[in-house]
């Protein structure tokens, strides 16, 4: 089964279907049927399932397009224009619906994550990470082990603590390392404000002589 974008013909039809261009995608790709008599005007999307468009056009599966040219072909021309308005309200409904899912199941994983970032922070928190929560910040919320819309049971939480454990190590590492860095790099700028500070005294006695 390949999904494909180009020209497609469907039976009863007089004209092409064009599936990529610019043009096509701003005004709705249509499939020919003006011409055929019985048939209204209609678009790719009223009758099979199309992909957002790509660089190249809408995108379509072939399997579905060559079920619907055997159906098309076994339906009277005179009772076409009734099929493809059924069609049309099926995928329409169908389009809706898929909508509604992909909202519910956002809402869905949204009500999931907002219990199980807190309970996480929490288990941390506990064990002794607090600093490097603050350090991190939200970038902890985005991990994709901490993000994933999963409830966390103690079970999970079993498998989940050592890696974020290990990480969290990590951090604890690299802001003492940081740290280091910084005292040392403070120390070595006093070094040098003393240095300066000698040589301006040294500078000064020579100049009352």
Known sequence: MSIRAGRVRLPGTGALAHMSGLRNRER????????????????????????????????????DLCAMRKKVAAIPAIDRAAFFERRKTVMSDATTHARDCRAWEASFQADLRSRRIPLI???????????ELKVLGSQLDRLPLVAEPI?????????????????????????????????????????????????????HRKSRR
């Open 121 to 131: 922070r929490e288990k941390l928190l506990s064990l002794g990470w607090g600093d």
């Open 28 to 63: 709705g790709t249509g499939l020919g049927f003006e011409s055929a008599p019985f048939c209204p005007s209609i678009k790719m999307c009223d009758v099979i399932h199309v992909r957002p468009p790509t660089p190249h056009g809408c995108a379509f599966l072939t399997a």
């Open 151 to 203: 409830e966390l049971t103690e079970s999970a939480w079993v498998v989940l603590q050592p890696s974020l454990e290990e990480y969290l190590a990590e951090v604890r590492e690299r802001e003492e390392k940081n740290n280091d860095d910084e005292l040392r790099a403070e120390e070595k700028m006093r070094l040098k404000l003393s240095k300066a500070l000698e040589r301006q005294k040294r500078q």
